[in-house]
Structure formats: structure tokens, C-alpha cells
């Protein structure tokens, strides 16, 4: 099992940037393929990005391709979310998941119901 918590959240102006981090609980973080999702007041909660267990593959939202990347550094147990060049539209909490590494396609790593394991969640809030 494996316990997640975000951290990294807060105000930023549009055009900014935030380094979102994903601290895991375990000695066998490297096993699981790992997600950010986010959730919008009044929305449903959407695909942001995903690194598989070895960080040699990305997946990520069209919303977010170009300015936002995620990776990992299995050493520290740990994941990240660099955003770049924010958007108010991109105001939202954000979450870490998690998921055991087999083989995903493209659609599966976008897909919510697959992952196992949540944080709590950080608050992403940028002004125009």
C-alpha cells in the first residue's frame, strides 16, 4: 500500500510557474506508475499527467502539453508536476495517485477508475 501527500500549492499570477511534489510512503515507490489529476469547482476531476514506474515514459492532458512535465525521482520516493506558463483556467486541487506498474495503454494511464491510491490534494490558484 502506498500513502501519498501533495505539497507545492498556492497563488501564482498567470504566466507563472509552481513545482507541485508527491511524497510516497513505502520502500517500493518504483513499482507504481504515477498520476496528477485535477479538480475544478462544479467539474469533474480530470487527467493532468502520468509517468510510468520508470520514469522513461509521460502522458499528458493537450490542456497541458508544452507546459507542464511531470517526473520522478525514485530515490527520494518522490513526484513532481512542474507548471509552467499557468493559466487562470488551470486554478484547480490537484492530485497525486498512484497505480502497481503493469502494462497500461496511453487511454489507461488517463483514465481515473484505474489508479488505487490518492493524496489529499493541493490547492492550484492563478490570477489573471
Known amino acids: 500500500q502506498v500513502q501519498l501527500v501533495e505539497s507545492g500549492g498556492g497563488l501564482v499570477q498567470a504566466g507563472g510557474s509552481l513545482r507541485l511534489s508527491c511524497a510516497a510512503s513505502?520502500?517500493?515507490?518504483?513499482?507504481?506508475?504515477m498520476g496528477w489529476f485535477r479538480q475544478a469547482p462544479g467539474k469533474e476531476r480530470e487527467f493532468v499527467a502520468a509517468?510510468?514506474?520508470?520514469?522513461?515514459?509521460?502522458y499528458y492532458a493537450d490542456s497541458v502539453k508544452g507546459r507542464f512535465t511531470i517526473s520522478r525521482d525514485n530515490a527520494k520516493n518522490t513526484g513532481y508536476l512542474q507548471m509552467d506558463k499557468l493559466k487562470p483556467e488551470d486554478t484547480a486541487v490537484y492530485y497525486c495517485?498512484?497505480?502497481?506498474?503493469?502494462?497500461?495503454?496511453?487511454?489507461?494511464?488517463?483514465?481515473?477508475?484505474?489508479?488505487?491510491?490518492w493524496g489529499q490534494g493541493t490547492q492550484v490558484t492563478v490570477s489573471s
Open positions: 513505502g520502500r517500493t515507490f518504483n513499482r507504481y506508475a
Open positions: 509517468i510510468n514506474s520508470s520514469g522513461g515514459s509521460t
Open positions: 495517485t498512484a497505480r502497481v506498474q503493469k502494462y497500461y495503454s496511453p487511454t489507461e494511464y488517463r483514465t481515473r477508475a484505474g489508479y488505487d491510491y
